[in-house]
């Protein structure tokens, strides 16, 4: 191990505890509790046992097509899904194993951690991410593997993973676009893990496909095609500004023409762009949908009681936005079908340009080749990007 590099994570973290008490005076939301409760909890009683240090010996695992899974197998990872929900986290007291991977999620837009989006660690940060939850997976049901969700082709609100025994379907318009269908319908499902930016904060999933500005459609086979002929993995300054073009992470990442990226103090870094949302972003904004309800403007209500019916997008300043649009997009599980794609895509393009990584310095810190990142360093587990250009390192393959 790098001494020096450890020692600057624990520098990172000390700063992060400077933040939290500078948050301190807007506790209120529960987010921010979680937050404190997760760095308490992280320093204090890391449980490296909860993390198989080495990849699991044996043949490969096989991630397969979600829409060709059979019934036993969608019984089967669904009922995982389900029993991690419940199951209390090996990590952090008082919350469940499945909101533990939610809160890492959203704490990694934390602007002083930065430690999973714009920027080069976007796909190894994931890819670790996916792993330990297929672990988690495993440990309740030992078949599951995660399945991927090829939007290309499954790209309508009709297509095989949004039916009933998989993840669901759309959200219902006059039933503020809850999730009403399949395992993780509304009253089966419980959000409790929120963002800071999420002004509804609904405890069920909200769904709104296709019917946001930014996102009306689906990435095609050609807009994947566009971002596997970038021949570098990414390119100075590594971040969402790279031009358009000249890093296949960011292309993959979906930032175009970005010209900045500011810190908010409450939702964390965000980058000011000019260009369309691509690929993995359009994919969260196409579930998610943006919308606001008609009560908003003018109340509709029978028999005096308001109905929040759902109607299009009208003013990008004062729409609503599904669960998948937030920091905490992993409590739509649909997350996890989305990233694994995203993560078949990375070895699409290693297979025509390599196991190759960059840089080795120069990016935010966690972002570097060589960088331990977080919060894996705090389990115990000492993977750095270099480590995670393979799926064979983690044990498993794509169909
Ligand atoms: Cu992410």
């Not at 059979?70 to 194993?97: C, H, Q, R, V, Y």
């Not at 714009?118 to 940060?125: D, I, R, T």
């Not at 409790?192 to 909200?206: C, E, Q």
């Not at 990016?363 to 919060?375: L, Q, V």
């Amino acid at each position: 191990m790098n001494t020096n590099r450890f020692d600057a994570f624990t520098r990172a973290m000390g700063s992060r505890g400077t933040r939290r008490a500078a948050l301190g005076g807007i506790a209120a939301t529960g987010g921010l509790a979680l937050l404190g409760r997760a760095l308490a909890q992280d320093a204090a009683t890391p449980d490296a046992s909860a993390v198989p240090a080495t990849p699991a010996s044996g043949p490969l695992r096989v991630r397969k097509n979600a829409a060709s899974l059979t019934a036993a197998e969608k019984e089967a990872f669904t009922d995982a899904i389900l029993a991690l929900k419940a199951k209390p986290s090996p990590w952090i007291n008082g919350l469940s194993t499945y909101d533990t991977f939610v809160l890492w999620h959203r704490d990694a837009f934390n602007c002083d951690i930065m430690a999973a989006h714009m920027g080069p660690a976007f796909l190894p940060w994931h890819r670790v991410f996916l792993h330990l939850f297929e672990q988690q997976l495993q440990s309740v049901e030992p078949t599951v593997n995660l399945p991927y969700w090829d939007w290309t082709v499954d790209n309508t609100p009709e297509s095989p993973i949004w039916a009933d025994d998989l993840m669901g379907g759309d959200g219902d318009p006059k039933e503020q676009n809850a999730v009403l269908t399949g395992p993780f319908k509304k009253g089966s499902w419980e959000i409790t893990v929120f963002d800071y930016a999420d002004a509804v904060r609904s405890p069920f999933i909200v769904r709104s496909m296709g019917t946001g500005f930014m996102a009306k459609t689906l990435p095609t086979a050609e807009d994947v095609e566009a971002a596997l002929a970038i021949a570098a993995y990414d390119a100075a300054p590594w971040n969402s500004t790279v031009a358009t073009g000249t890093s296949f992470r960011n292309q993959l990442e979906g930032w175009q023409d970005c010209v900045s990226e500011t810190c908010d103090p409450v939702s964390g870094m965000g980058p000011k762009c000019v260009g369309p949302h691509n690929l993995h972003n359009r994919v969260h904004l196409w579930v998610a949908g943006e919308f606001r309800f008609a009560s908003q403007a003018e109340p509709e209500t029978i028999d005096g009681t308001p109905v929040p019916v759902a109607i299009p997008s009208a003013d990008p300043a004062t729409d609503l936005m599904g669960t998948m649009s937030f920091n905490s997009s992993p409590n739509d599980p649909a997350f996890f079908l989305h990233h694994t794609n995203i993560d078949r895509i990375w070895t699409q393009w290693a297979a025509k340009h390599g196991n190759v990584y960059e840089p080795t310095s120069g990016a935010t810190m966690g972002m570097n080749a060589d960088d331990m990142m977080w919060p894996y360093a705090m389990l115990g587990m000492h993977v750095t990007p270099n480590m995670a250009l393979t799926t064979e390192a983690f044990g498993y393959t794509y169909e």
